[in-house]
Structure formats: C-alpha cells, structure tokens
C-alpha cells in the first residue's frame, strides 16, 4: 500500500506540461531531493502546486456496492478507505490495492449518509447516519465484522456526522429535525438526552440541517448548514441547556451569508420580494466546511455558487470568494477543500463532472467527469494529493496526479456556460424539480401518519419509504 503514493508523486513530477511559474516547484523539489534537503515546506509546496490540481485524472474505480454511494472517508492513516451506499452496507476498502478488506451490514433501514472511523481506535469503531434518522456504532469483532447498535435517533433524515479531532469518543450528528446531538461512546446514551441544540431562524421555525462540522484547532466550535441562507457558528461551552429557549441566538457566535443570495435577476419584482422568495423558498445550504487551520469556511448552497467566508470575521453579509460554474441542484452535495493548506476548492456537479477551482484566484483549474449523473461525495486525501468522490454511480473513484496534460479548457468552459443557462432558466421556473420531490415526500408523510413529534426511541419502529436523497 505505502509503495503506490511515492509511484504516483514521481509519476507526477516526471510527465511533461506547462510550466506554472507561480507555482511552479517541481525542478526545485526534484533538486533539493538530490542532495538530501527535502524540507516540510518544499513537500507541501509540491503537493498544492497548480501542476499537480491541473493533471488529476481517473486512477481507478473501487466497485463493490450495489446502490448510489452517499460517503467516502479516508481512515487515520489514509491506508484505508471507507464507504457507506443506498445498499445500507459499509464497505471498507484497500484504496491502493483496489481491493474491498471487509463489508458489514449498518444496521440501517434506509440510505446511508455518512459513515466515519473513531480517531485512534486501530479502526475499530466506525459510525454511521442515515435517512432512517438513526445514528449507530459499529465495535469489531474478534472474527471479520462489525456487531451494530443505535445510539441516537433523528426525527427525520440525519445527513451528517463530525468526528472531535483524535478523540476516541466524542462525535456529532446532525438532521432533517434541525437537532444537532453529542455523543460520548464512553456513556450509555440511551439514558440520557443527547440534543446539544435545536436551530431555529429568526422567526422561530426550526431550520433542517444538513451538515456539521467541527473546527480542526478549536473543536468547541461547530459550524452548521441547512435549510436557510445563513452559515451559523455556534460555541459547545455557551449552547444554553435550557429547551425552552431558541437556539437561535443562544450560543451563536457567528452568521454568516452573501447579500448576492437575495438578488434575483428578474427585476420586475420588488427588493422586498425578491429577498424574502429567494430566502424562504429557494435558498439552503447543502454542505458547509472548515479549511485546514480553522480560519476559513466553504460553504455551497442549493442551485447557486459555493461561497468562502472568513471564520475570524464578524459581519453577517460578507464572502471572500465565491466559485461558479458548477450546478448544485438534485441532491445533497458536499464541497471540500484540496490541498495541504487548502490552497483549492473540489466540488461536485449535476452535470456529473468535479470542478477543481483556485482558492485565490476563484479560477477553475480542472474539471473532470466523475459520473454519468451526478457527483456528491468528495474525500481528500489527509496527506497526498489523492481525491476519492462517488455519486449516483455504484462505486467509488480515485483520482491521482497522472495525466499527461492539462484539462480541456475549451470543453470545461462549453458545460459551464451550459450550466449557468440551465440555472438561470429553473430561476425562471415556478415549481422546480427538487421543490416537488419535497412536496411527494411531504404528502407521503402525511398519508402514512407520520410527524416530526414521532417517538425517537424504540429501535423496532418501522420505517416509511424514503426518496432517495444523496449526502
């Protein structure tokens, strides 16, 4: 296993292709390597350089699963790959050796969403979310599986999960009932109350989540996305414990948003219009994430661009960078950064193609067709400028520095264009696509009984039909 990366990062700087002055330090890696004074920062700045993004391409596909994959995930030594499906079956994969190492049932009743290792547990604990709202752990055994149980429970879908950073115990989860719960492996949770908040709006409706995460240096502070236009950071230490009271503002550090979300480019309609339209029907946020150090966060919000704020600022309508061309539309996308310190944005399209774009320069450097329909799930590689993404396809992708040359810009520029018509038009549109998926869910909920105030307890309940919804 640990002999493919150095084959793959000498394949990389032996290929011939345009020189990226800027970033441009291969002879200069290639020569310190001579004389034995390789260094952290010339390592890392080889791995983030422009050449390296510009020729990811296809390595090969990890097939195994027979439904759409929702979760990609790298364990704490990167040797290792998991992945969570429609299927309900984890797998777990030698990446390297394009081999499957071992395949458990979740335990799930419908799609999985998400599935994490515990840190420093020898990859013994491994977690998972779904769209039956359960959260369950999964303990090795001492034969080749993986025993189950439930630990939590949503009212809803639970989309995401985050995992405290090297702790063995701690993680969060995130859902549909705009619930976020903390969970300790080391206490019997089904004795106790695991809402750590409750997000609401403004207007005191509660807001559906979609993601959570933690930030990697100050793991007390979490940053949430879902159903509404704001990015909310929220401190654990000051979340009030009263259940009485919103969470809207109590412990709510920050809010973030782009003041380009409530304009609309039909002007016959007043501001005040447009703003509350775009805010109350249309505008969600599907993933939001931190950078490498904390200091930034990435957020991509439903049918319109991924957005970069500054996590150390305060001002609500503020972005430093925002990304276009992509198409964030039919499913619950995720966006990511690449590289070592960031230095890239990786996101997923309707389109089926990964938009790779320059962190700085806000300018698409790749772009790569990673399926036939769409691409959700994008992975990096904690050490290595290596990418793992899946979709609506039933495996899993690898994608490596090995291409002889640079993308096509001319194609990539002609599916941009492409996908901004298509935006502009669903704008134009009264009832778009995704909005009448919700209304059949809606409606199918109400026909079968079930509400949000459903019993969360009770491991046995039957489940309704869900619509496929990718995380």
């Known amino acids: 296993t640990r002999t493919y990366i150095p084959i793959v990062r000498m394949a990389c700087l032996q290929s011939t292709v345009p020189r990226h002055k800027p970033n441009n330090c291969q002879s200069y890696f290639l020569r310190q390597r001579e004389i034995g004074a390789v260094t952290p920062w010339s390592l890392h700045k080889l791995l983030g350089s422009r050449p390296i993004a510009e020729r990811l391409s296809l390595s090969h596909s990890l097939v195994g699963h027979t439904g759409c994959v929702n ?12 992945s969570g499906s429609d299927d309900c079956n984890v797998v777990i994969w030698n990446w390297a050796l394009k081999k499957q190492k071992l395949v458990y049932d979740s335990g799930h009743r419908a799609n999985v969403f998400q599935a994490r290792v515990m840190p420093n547990t020898d990859d013994s604990v491994i977690v998972t979310c779904a769209a039956d709202g359960l959260v369950r752990v999964g303990h090795k055994t001492e034969g080749s599986g993986y025993e189950t149980s439930t ?45 750590l908040l409750t997000c ?40 009030s414990k009263d259940k009485t009271k919103y969470a809207s503002g109590k412990g709510t550090c920050q809010k973030f948003t782009s003041p380009d979300l409530f304009t609309k480019k039909n002007n016959n309609s007043n501001s005040a219009d447009k703003k509350r339209r775009r805010s109350h029907s249309l505008v969600s946020i599907t993933c939001a994430v931190y950078s490498f150090d904390g200091s930034e966060i990435l957020a991509t919000y439903n049918d319109d661009l991924v957005y970069l704020f500054d996590a150390r600022r305060q001002e609500e309508e503020h972005f430093l960078k925002k990304y276009d061309g992509h198409r964030n ?52 590689h904690p050490y290595e400028p290596i990418l793992a993404t899946s979709g609506i396809e039933h495996d899993v992708k690898i994608w490596a520095p090995i291409a002889q040359k640079p993308f ?40 079968d009984g079930t509400s949000d105030e459903d019993d969360e307890d009770g491991d046995d309940d039957e489940s309704p039909p869900f619509v496929c919804r990718q995380s």
């Open 71 to 82: 979760t990609v995930y790298f364990n704490q030594s990167a040797e290792l790959l998991l």
């Open 408 to 447: 096509d810009k001319k194609h990539a520029s002609d599916i941009m264009e492409l996908n901004r018509k298509k935006r502009e038009q669903e704008e134009q549109g009264f009832l778009r696509e995704d909005m009448l998926t919700n209304l059949i869910r809606l409606y199918s909920q109400q026909n």
């Open 151 to 195: 630990v939590g429970k949503h009212r809803s879908s639970a989309h995401k999960l985050a995992i405290e950073p090297d702790s063995p115990h701690v993680f969060l989860s995130c859902g549909e009932d705009g619930r976020v719960c903390e969970y300790d492996l080391r206490v019997d949770k089904r004795k106790e109350e695991t809402t």
């Open 329 to 380: 539309m039919r499913t619950v996308k995720a966006v990511n950064f690449f590289g070592p310190r960031s230095e890239y944005v990786v996101s997923g399209s309707d389109c089926g193609h990964i938009f790779l774009w320059d962190k700085e320069t806000e300018e698409v450097v790749n772009m790569m067709k990673g399926d036939d329909y769409i691409v959700n799930c994008l992975e990096p």
């Open 200 to 239: 609401y709006n403004d207007q005191k409706e509660r807001v559906e989540l979609n993601s959570v995460a933690l930030n990697p240096f100050q793991p007390n502070l979490l940053v949430l996305g879902g159903g509404d236009e704001y990015v909310r950071v929220y401190d654990r230490r000051l979340v």
